[in-house]
Structure formats: C-alpha cells, structure tokens
C-alpha cells in the first residue's frame, strides 16, 4: 500500500480516495448504495480494500462493474430462492452422511465455488487485472496474524477473506491457511491512513439490538451471528482509538447475517445513505481542495 504522501495525489492535485468496504454478511449488501453514489458524482477511488462480504462486492466493483449493475445482479440471483438453495448444495465440502460418521460437516461451503457461481461473470481471474487497485483482508489461522492479498488469483484470495469458521472453508494460500478476515480486521482502513488521502470507510457491522428477545438462535444463525458480534465490537474499538477519514455506518437494522434473500429490503434501506456519502465526500475534497 502506498505511504509517500506526494503520491497520494492525482495529477490535478485532488487527493486520491481509499474506499474501505467493511464485512458484515447480508448487511454488506448496502455497500452497493455507497458505489452507487460515488458513480453519480462521477467519482472512482484510486484503491479499495475490502473483507468478507466487502471483499466479494470490492473486488466486483474493481473489476469496472458500476454501483448499478451490481444492483441488478444481486436482485436477479435472490429473486429465485430455488436457484441459489441449489447452488448452495452444489457448493457444499461434505454430504450428510458425513456427519454420521464424524467425517466432517455436511454444511460446509467451499468459498471458491461459491464465488464462480455468485460473482458476475466480467469478474477477472486475477487481481492485475482489475481496472483499481484492490486488496483483501484475510487472517492466518495459524499465526493469529492479518494477511493483505494483493496479487496473484483472485477467487482464493476472495474466498479466503469470506471463510467464517464452520460455515466457509479455510483456504490454503501462499503456504499459510486463511480464514475469514472480519477475525481480525473487519474495516480495513488503518494501512490506508496517510496525508493527502481520503479514507472513506464503510461500516456494515450489525448494531446492538435495543429489543428484548429470547429466542434461542439455531446452530447457523449462531456461528454467523457470534462472527457479527465480534466484527462490531473489532470496529467499534479500532473507531475509537484511530478513526478514519470518513465512517459511513450502513445496513438495515434487524437483518442477520445469512439473510441475504432480503436482498431488495437491504438495499431499499440503503438508499438514503447515498445522500450522506455525497456530502461527506463534497466536503472532504472540498476541504483538501
């Protein structure tokens, strides 16, 4: 990632824009609203970083597909409900049996297999030829550390940065064995802070719910819903002690983590942060300027 400061700047002296999408599960789908805005004003970021579901859309909208044809997309596929149960099966690691006879889970979903079915087809197989600059954020199962993909095949660096424990596999990359990056950095914007760069920032960690509610969550829903409560508490502390440039918060409230059949109620919701992203990102270029 860049640190000279003098290189932050494009060549009209507009400082360059880091776009940071946040992991989050269905909830990340309002990254799409962000994208949106920033194709209305005409703006592109010079670099993107995103993790887990900020990852899959990130590296979507690297590859040159617009705001609005990801809206398209996203809709087309939860529209048939048949279609991606199926899809899901012909993703899975294991089959029932296996559980039986404690070979393994029978849920588990290979994250590459899922992004060739899922992803638009203009997606490229590598990260050099994505028309921005992109990153991933993955962790390292073993060493406990961060792990940046920048280079090389795209669908296992992607895949490694959606793998949350139990519900994804791990992915075995470049000698180290990766799992979901929200483990350790959900919103990837600290690397990016330097002079003469915007950092936009979107959060699509799920909020503490204000409702008392005692229903006992499935064995699913708890993995993924345990994962968001670790994002959001991983985000709130890394808000308070550095923030960045701008901090967009999205999401619909009251959305989990695998409802991603809610797909237009999420993106419906998304809307009017469109007008906050324009604002916020008037302002700061008008600041810079």
């Given at each position: 990632m860049k640190t000279d400061p003098e290189s932050d700047r494009s060549p009209g002296g507009a400082p360059d824009i880091a776009l940071v999408l946040g992991a989050g599960g269905a909830r990340g789908l309002s990254h799409i609203a962000v994208l949106e805005a920033f194709d209305e004003l005409g703006l592109k970021p010079a670099h993107i970083s995103g993790c887990s579901i900020g990852a899959i859309v990130g590296a979507a909208y690297a590859a040159g597909i617009s705001g609005g044809e990801l809206r398209e997309h996203v809709l087309a596929i939860f529209r048939d409900r048949a279609r991606v149960i199926a899809r899901l099966l012909d993703c899975r690691v294991?089959?029932?049996?296996?559980?039986?006879?404690?070979?393994?889970?029978?849920?588990?979903?290979?994250?590459e297999r899922l992004l060739d079915l899922f992803w638009p087809e203009a997606v490229p197989d590598r990260f050099e030829e994505l028309a921005i600059p992109f990153t991933a954020i993955a962790a390292d199962y073993h060493r406990h550390a961060e792990v940046v993909l920048a280079d090389g095949p795209l669908t296992p660096a992607v895949a490694a940065s959606l793998a949350i424990p139990g519900l994804v596999r791990p992915v075995a990359l470049g000698g180290r064995v990766l799992i979901d990056?929200?483990?350790?950095?959900?919103?990837?914007?600290?690397?990016?802070?330097?002079?003469g760069r915007i950092v936009f920032a979107v959060d699509v960690s799920a909020p503490t719910t204000t409702t008392?509610?005692?229903?006992?969550?499935?064995?699913?829903?708890a993995i993924v819903g345990a994962s968001?409560?670790?994002?959001?508490?991983?985000?709130?502390?890394?808000?308070?002690?550095?923030?960045?440039?701008?901090?967009?918060?999205?999401?619909?409230?009251?959305i989990g983590g695998?409802?991603?059949?809610?797909?237009?109620?999420?993106?419906?919701?998304?809307?009017?942060?469109?007008?906050?992203?324009?604002?916020?990102l008037e302002r700061a270029l008008s600041a810079a300027g």
């Open positions: 294991g089959k029932l049996a296996d559980l039986v006879r404690g070979l393994g889970n029978p849920v588990l979903i290979d994250g990056g929200g483990a350790i950095d959900p919103l990837p914007y600290r690397e990016l802070l330097a002079p008392s509610d005692t229903r006992i969550p499935g064995a699913m829903e968001q409560i670790l994002t959001r508490t991983l985000v709130q502390r890394m808000v308070e002690r550095q923030p960045p440039d701008i901090l967009i918060r999205a999401g619909a409230d009251r695998l409802d991603f059949f809610k797909a237009r109620a999420i993106l419906a919701a998304a809307e009017p942060i469109k007008d906050e992203v324009k604002r916020a």
